[in-house]
Nanobody
Framework: QVRLVESGGGLVQSGGSLRLSCVAS????????VGWYRQTPGRSRDMVAV???????NYADSVKDRFTISSDNVKNTVYLQMNSLKPEDTGIYFC???????????WGQGIQVTVST
């Protein structure tokens, strides 16, 4: 069973920055993608940013040019650098990983990010 542990969330003022970290209990070289998703009350989890095994990235339109996803495969960690935060970025952020060996999709427990006005 793979564990994903998020950290780095919290309360920040509008315009501020946070960096989320997701540490995997298995080597992330065995993933084909790892991403961050955001959930707000009454809504499903929406994709925020994804990084593929080849380093390619994809972002939600609402966070382009403000958020950056990156990975450190030595530390088995994926980061989400969030700059110029807005109140609408508030939500619970979940790390998600698609492992290829053994094959499986895993979620972290989620971490709260709150952006105040």
């Amino acid at each position: 069973q793979v564990r994903l542990v998020e950290s780095g969330g919290g309360l920040v003022q509008s315009g501020g920055s946070l960096r989320l970290s997701c540490v995997a209990s298995m080597n992330i070289d065995y993933t084909d993608r790892v991403g961050w998703y955001r959930q707000t009350p009454g809504r499903s989890r929406d994709m925020v940013a994804v990084i593929g095994s080849g380093g390619g990235t994809n972002y939600a339109d609402s966070v382009k040019d403000r958020f950056t996803i990156s990975s450190d495969n030595v530390k088995n960690t994926v980061y989400l650098q969030m700059n110029s935060l807005k109140p609408e970025d508030t939500g619970i952020y979940f790390c998600n990983a698609h492992f290829t060996s053994p094959r499986g999709i895993y979620w972290g427990q989620g971490i709260q990010v709150t952006v105040s006005t």
